[in-house]
């Protein structure tokens, strides 16, 4: 094998590998996972659909960009991210109908998020100057949050785990100097797993409080979708990028198993099959890139996201008496992010950003499952050129969140009926860590 085919073969399975290092978990704007690109960070993601971060990150944001990658390139990032999210004045009661008493347990679960490195995998293959192939692995949807068995909001939901691997061949064609197009497969493994308690004593014995029974329910499944792009650059010091990620259907199959019951009741909730519908949004946005001078050069980028597909949390049981749904009415959201670029050398560039990432849920509509909320970006970073071939880049960002509370109401009606009353504030933060190696050949 020659020393070329074995680096096309090295790359390849760097990109395959990539997402597998770790789990994706991350309170990011709904459940989406922007920590993609870690040159890209610096900016706050401004001006990747445009390329703007000049590698084959930008390929995940826009399949187009490929076209202004020379040669061969493999990128490998890896996303630190540290969350805060801490539950404060929490309080839970049953329903006026049950009693309006006040359901025992822990108020103060402390950091329900968790901790996680996200990593990213890119590899792009020039056939010629023209036409290009690449393959990109990534987590773009994860989400972890965890209360505890015995927080007092446990009968709306304990434990909420999604993770999300994708796998996307892309394809990238300059049809002239100014317009370049591109398109991808995603192939897409989701695996999730929900927990939650029900008040047993409330529904099956009449006495509320006296036998809690949890629920696990795990499943996965494989979708696939598809991203398109095209990247317009009609000045050499001027690049317009638009792309868009389709939505990935998913019917999560897997088991519910119960545990808490007595031993005189367990043969009455055996462990059985449980299905779930799970669709990720569209993603559509604009990118632009614009350099001022020959150093130093602005950016920006819009992303809406169609999260108005999550209307509902749906889960079906072998047994019908058995399923549950959770409302979630979500709604589209914005992502808007400025940003820029200075080459200090040859060598360093020096980057910085901002970004508004709009909330999809209302407090009408919000749940301890996914107390998320509007988010501000600040991002700072720097890439450096170590030889010829092979550049490091580093970001941080802080992720500002205001604080945000979760009011639910029981009336004792409704596919939520018997969950009990919650109300609970939170207060969040973001910090994220990244670091990447760009090698190209």
Do not use: C
């Amino acid at each position: 094998m020659t020393l070329k085919a074995r680096l096309l073969t090295a790359a390849a399975a760097v990109a395959v590998a990539a997402p597998l290092a770790a789990p994706s978990s991350a309170l990011a704007a709904g459940f989406a996972l922007k920590e993609q690109s870690v040159s890209g960070q610096g900016t706050a993601y401004a001006g990747v659909t445009a390329g703007g971060n000049g590698d084959a990150s930008a390929m995940f944001y826009n399949p187009a960009t490929m076209g202004l990658i020379s040669g061969n390139q493999i990128v490998q990032t890896a996303s630190g991210i540290m969350v805060g999210a801490k539950v404060e004045d929490a309080r839970a009661t049953r329903a006026t109908r049950l009693g309006g008493s006040s359901i025992s347990g822990n108020a103060t679960p402390g950091d329900i998020g968790q901790d996680a490195v996200v990593p990213a995998g890119y590899f792009v293959y020039s056939v010629n100057d023209d036409l290009k192939l690449g393959l990109s692995a990534n987590g773009p949807w994860g989400l972890v949050t965890n209360y505890g068995d015995n927080w007092i909001g446990r009968y709306h939901g304990i434990r909420s785990d999604l993770k999300t691997y994708n796998f996307t061949p892309t394809v990238s064609y300059r049809i002239n100097p100014m317009f370049t197009v591109g398109g991808g497969v995603q192939i897409q493994y989701a695996k999730a797993k929900l927990s939650q308690a029900s008040d047993f004593g409330a529904s099956r014995l009449g006495r509320p409080g006296a036998l809690d029974v949890t629920s696990d329910v795990t499943g996965d499944d494989w979708g696939w979708g598809f991203t398109l792009g095209a990247l317009i650059q009609p000045t050499t010091s001027t690049r317009v990028g638009l792309a868009y990620r389709s939505a990935v259907k998913h019917t999560l199959t897997g088991t519910v198993s119960f545990t808490g019951l007595p031993a005189s009741l367990a043969s009455a909730l055996p462990t059985q099959g449980a299905r779930a519908d799970m669709t990720t949004p569209d993603i559509a946005s604009i990118g632009l890139y614009q350099e001022i001078t020959d150093r130093w050069a602005v950016m920006a980028d819009v992303q809406w996201t169609n999260w108005s597909r999550f209307k509902e949390l749906r889960v079906n049981v072998n047994n019908p008496a058995l399923n549950s749904l959770t409302e979630e009415n979500w709604k589209d959201t914005w992502y808007y992010a400025l940003g820029t670029s200075y080459k200090v050398n040859d060598d360093l560039t020096l980057r910085g950003g901002v970004a508004f990432d709009k909330g999809a849920v209302d407090v009408e509509t919000r749940t301890p499952r996914i107390p998320e909320q509007n988010r501000y970006w600040l991002s700072v970073g720097a890439g450096y050129r170590l030889t010829e071939s092979l550049q490091v880049d580093a970001a941080y960002s802080h992720v500002f969140i205001p604080s945000t509370s979760v009011h639910l109401t029981d009336d004792l009606t409704g596919a939520e009926a018997g969950r009990g009353n919650l109300s609970a504030n939170y207060k969040s933060g973001i910090d994220i860590i990244g670091v990447q190696a760009r090698l190209s050949f």
